[in-house]
T-cell receptor, first 108, second 114 residues
């Protein structure tokens, strides 16, 4: 079983839609959680950290459920520019483990 | 802040040749990571350093791969001899100690071994 699992998608949504991604992780001792965004042929970039109480950054909301060991990312009012791969990231000991990513395509 | 700087951006080499990838981390970041990304396997951690010391190299695929960090501002990843299956994008990332602040990635080196 992979340490971090994500639905690869793709999620094809129209502009303005709300879309949610989930991710599960296997290490119950994990303490650091992030969502990264990766555009085609570019490096991964930090989108947001995920805090226990949930957190919001503009149109993006991240939530953590420690009991079920899953993390979610909600994107409201999707823009064409949101099209990318979203990577769920969790620490395992002293290093970060990246999920394989979920592809989002926002269409006009 | 110049970010994490990697060179070269692209490398095409023949099977059997030696390949050296270079990375300059962000100044002040004590941890440096080398990742490899392919369509099939996603992002894989190859090796990471804390304060220039290799901590975990369990992700290095085999003895053909080696990495060094002679000082806080420079690291290399060497493949000798290279094989077609080494073709991938190699990313370097750096961070402050620990995992709480996430990693900053360089632009990557796209390696093609023919």
């Amino acid at each position: 079983r992979k340490e971090v699992e994500q639905d690869p998608g793709p999620f094809n949504v129209p502009e303005g839609a709300t879309v949610a991604f989930n991710c599960t992780y296997s290490n119950s001792a994990s303490q650091s959680f992030f969502w990264y965004r990766q555009d085609c042929r570019k490096e991964p970039k930090l989108l947001m950290s995920v805090y226990s109480s949930g957190n919001e950054d503009g149109r993006f909301t991240a939530q953590l459920n420690r009991a079920s060991q899953y993390i979610s990312l909600l994107i409201r009012d999707s823009k064409l520019s949101d099209s990318a791969t979203y990577l769920c990231v969790v620490n395992s000991g002293n290093k970060l483990v990246f999920g394989a990513g979920t592809i989002l395509r926002v269409k006009s | 802040d110049a970010g994490v700087i990697q060179s070269p951006r692209h490398e095409v080499t023949e099977m059997g040749q030696e390949v050296t990838l270079r990375c300059k981390p962000i100044s002040g970041h004590n941890s440096l990571f080398w990742y490899r990304q392919t369509m099939m396997r996603g992002l894989e951690l190859l090796i990471y350093f804390n304060n220039n010391v290799p901590i975990d190299d369990s992700g290095m695929p085999e003895d053909r791969f080696s990495a060094k960090m002679p000082n806080a501002s420079f690291s290399t990843l060497k493949i000798q001899p290279s094989e077609p299956r080494d073709s991938a994008v190699y990313f370097c990332a750096s961070s402050f100690p620990g995992t709480g602040s996430g990693y900053t990635f360089g632009s990557g080196t796209r390696l093609t071994v023919v």
